[in-house]
């Protein structure tokens, strides 16, 4: 797995829910076609749309899937990665995440 990874895709329930991206400072999200037609929401801040979501740095909802505390200054030194890069931290993470949704780093 690469540690600086930009892109990655998103499941709820094993089920491809979409892409996660970074491009410089934005980030974005779509959901996948497929998921459109029968998925649920991954949360009420990213209702269902085939139009992609576009945020200044990681939307809250992904934001709050990262480690917090002592966790994430133990991801963040072994792996080293900035504390405050939430985004490669979730990509490095996402496999072992709380809940139903995981996210595969996809370069």
């Known amino acids: 797995m690469q540690r600086f990874t930009k892109r990655a895709t998103v499941y709820m329930h094993g089920k491809l829910a979409g892409h996660l991206e ?3 400072r934005k980030v ?3 959901y996948d076609a497929d998921y459109l037609e029968n998925g649920r929401p991954l949360s009420l801040s990213l209702p269902l749309r085939a139009e992609r979501f576009e945020s200044d740095g990681l ?12 966790l994430r200054r133990i991801q963040s030194f072994e792996q080293k ?3 405050n890069d ?3 931290l979730l990509i490095n993470n ?3 995440l709380a809940g139903a949704v995981t996210i595969h780093p996809t370069e």
């Open 22 to 24: 970074r491009a410089g």
């Open 28 to 30: 974005y999200f779509q």
């Open 59 to 70: 939307p809250a909802y992904f934001s709050g899937l990262c480690s917090e505390g002592w």
């Open 81 to 83: 990665i900035d504390p």
């Open 86 to 88: 939430r985004f490669t």
């Open 94 to 96: 996402g496999l072992d």
